[in-house]
């Protein structure tokens, strides 16, 4: 079990930057890298969709196309934490932003853990 919060959301006029964070809390007996770490984002009306993800020991990261060149997913498995550091920010960026973890899947539909999300909001 992992309980995850996410934070560092905000509002930011188009073309700036904004660095989300997520702090994973695990059982005494659990390791942080047991888990794939990923960024997903929901708009109302619309699925929530993967922005970028991170294997257990950092090794590799994938990030969505629109986010390609934009967006970059980090960790620190010493401090239990993910990171979304997010530059050119657009307004279609506008959207809650969640920390997910799983230990063999980053799908939406297999992902275990969730935080509570964080919103962005880009203004134009």
């Known amino acids: 079990q992992v309980h995850l919060v996410e934070y560092g959301g905000g509002l930011v006029q188009s073309g700036g930057s904004l660095r989300l964070s997520c702090e994973a809390s695990?059982?005494?007996?659990?390791?942080?890298?047991?888990?794939?770490m990923g960024w997903f984002r929901q708009v109302p009306g619309k699925e929530r969709q993967f922005v970028a993800g991170i294997t257990k020991r950092g090794g590799f990261t994938g990030v969505e196309d629109f986010a390609e060149g934009r967006f970059t997913i980090s960790r620190d498995n010493a401090k239990n934490m993910v990171y979304l550091q997010m530059n050119s920010l657009k307004p279609e960026d506008t959207a809650v932003y969640f920390c997910?973890?799983?230990?063999?899947?980053?799908?939406?539909?297999?992902?275990?853990?969730w935080g509570q999300g964080t919103q962005v909001t880009v203004s134009s």
């Open positions: 695990l059982g005494t007996h659990e390791t942080f890298e047991t888990y794939h």
């Open positions: 997910a973890a799983d230990t063999e899947s980053l799908t939406r539909e297999e992902v275990h853990y």
